[in-house]
């Protein structure tokens, strides 16, 4: 009779430590979850976009409400990385537009950036990211899009121009030239009233 009396109670202690344990796993599953969404919540506003879609591929590529900033300077790097390596007068003006853009010396962003211009970004990062800056433009009133258009197109050139030629002016080279057609063709992609924005390159 003590037997099953302290089989019954080692099985109900069990129980109740294993529905403790499910508990205690739902319990950090949510919080977990609430934290995403918040999370989440800072991505969209720091990029000023609300599409489900657009932020899931930013936080696919990396992208968090600490370096989102970051994402409109990528095509700089791209042109920056063209020849196979950043110039000093390259990342000079990569480090001005970041400061115009807000990345204050020493923060996630900052760090990030440096990263970047270290270490040359992947394909995938610098194509998915001009997409992205693509969808987002096509999003904003027109006369705020065709300056974030022109601007970034300028910045994109001068950045090409700025290890060219004497002293550093006024050659492009064929590699830039590609980059600086290709971020022009998507970042000025057309795209109709009421459509979804296509990933096609």
Do not use: C
Not at 14 to 33: D, G, N, S, T, V
Not at 40 to 65: F, I, K, S, W
Not at 129 to 137: H, N, Y
């Amino acid at each position: 009779m003590a037997e099953k009396e302290f089989l019954g109670d080692r099985r109900r202690i069990q129980e109740e430590e294993y529905f403790q344990r499910r508990e205690q796993e739902l319990i950090a599953k949510l919080q977990q979850r609430g934290r995403q969404e918040t999370t989440r919540q800072l991505l969209a506003e720091r990029a000023g976009v609300a599409d489900d879609e657009v932020l899931h591929d930013l936080e696919a590529l990396g992208y968090t409400p600490e370096t989102v900033m970051l994402l409109h300077l990528v095509p700089l790097l791209q042109t920056a990385w063209a020849e196979g390596g950043v110039s000093d007068r390259e990342r000079a003006l990569v480090n001005e537009a970041a400061r115009a853009r807000g990345v204050e010396a020493g923060s996630p962003a900052d760090q990030q950036l440096a990263s970047w211009l270290t270490a040359r970004p992947s394909a995938d990062l610098f194509e998915k990211s001009l997409r992205l800056i693509g969808t987002i433009l096509h999003t904003r009133p027109e006369q705020e899009r065709e300056d974030s258009q022109r601007d970034l197109l300028s910045y994109s050139t001068a950045i090409a121009a700025a290890s060219g030629g004497i002293l550093g002016l006024g050659k492009v080279s064929a590699e830039e030239q590609k980059v600086l057609a290709r971020i022009s063709e998507e970042i000025q992609r057309t795209r109709g009233a009421g459509t979804q924005p296509t990933n096609s390159p």
